[in-house]
């Protein structure tokens, strides 16, 4: 398939899913077309374009490094494939949709600055995932990223959310590190009114995959006298979006 001039977000699993599940044929197709790519962690790029199509041979690829360490001031060159010679690119993230809350974005600003095309495929993404499956308002949401570490601002920032979702009847959703989901539960479950209701959407497409909606009183009452082992199974330690609405 010859593959017209543009940069291509090209979406990853979430999790160990396999390929077939979440990512369509033409994704492979584009994937073999393409030898310059964009990545937030070369291991796991090359690990990834691997299980797409294992006899790609990944020694003959050009792979950029994007992440929280990348000077921004050499992102603008990792242009010069798509510019000066006219060859189509990629941009993988970690996991799911590049581009969103994923440092590709700056790369894709470039780009549209420069008026190159840019060509988004399908693929999984957890925010929407998590808005579909959890009841909450999907009409309007917003994705607030990761809240404050410390203690008081965090508490301040869930009470801006909480206010959000019901004056302007909006869905609030944000990530926390794994390690750290059952204390934000417990944060979010002190500070919030008893009536508002939280969305956990953990570990989507895995074959694991617990999503769960209930107001902060009942998720109380389910948290109530749990053992450890049955607080890792309501509220585990992986990937998860939280999600606020109103009651």
Request: with cysteine; hydrophobic share 40%.
């Amino acid at each position: 398939m010859a593959l017209e001039v543009a940069i291509y977000l090209i979406p990853v699993t979430l999790g160990d899913t396999p390929i077939d599940q979440v990512l369509p044929p033409h994704n492979r197709d584009v994937i073999v077309g393409i030898r310059h790519f964009v990545v937030e962690n070369i291991r796991s790029a090359r690990r990834f374009l691997k299980k797409v199509e294992p006899s790609i041979d990944i020694d003959q690829l050009t792979f950029f490094e994007l992440n929280q360490h990348t000077d921004r001031k050499s992102i603008d060159s990792y242009l010069q494939p798509i510019v000066q010679q006219k060859v189509p690119m990629g941009i993988i993230s970690e996991a799911g949709c590049p581009a969103v809350a994923d440092p590709g974005a700056d790369l894709v600003a470039i780009a549209q600055r420069k008026g190159l095309k840019v060509v988004p495929l399908v693929g999984p993404s957890s925010m929407i995932m998590s808005v579909m499956a959890s009841g909450l308002n999907g009409q309007s949401f917003a994705f607030n990223g990761y809240l404050p570490i410390d203690d008081d601002k965090r508490v301040q920032r869930l009470k801006q959310l909480e206010a959000r979702a019901w004056s302007e009847d909006q869905t609030q959703l944000f990530i926390e590190t794994p390690y750290r989901n059952q204390r934000m539960m417990q944060t979010l479950l002190g500070t919030l009114r008893p009536q508002s209701r939280v969305c956990l959407a953990s570990n989507i497409t895995c074959p694991d995959e617990s999503i769960k909606t209930h107001s902060v009183a009942e998720w109380k009452q389910l948290m109530k006298g749990k053992t450890e082992e049955q607080m890792n199974q309501l509220v585990p330690r992986v990937p998860s979006i939280f999600l606020i609405y109103k009651g």
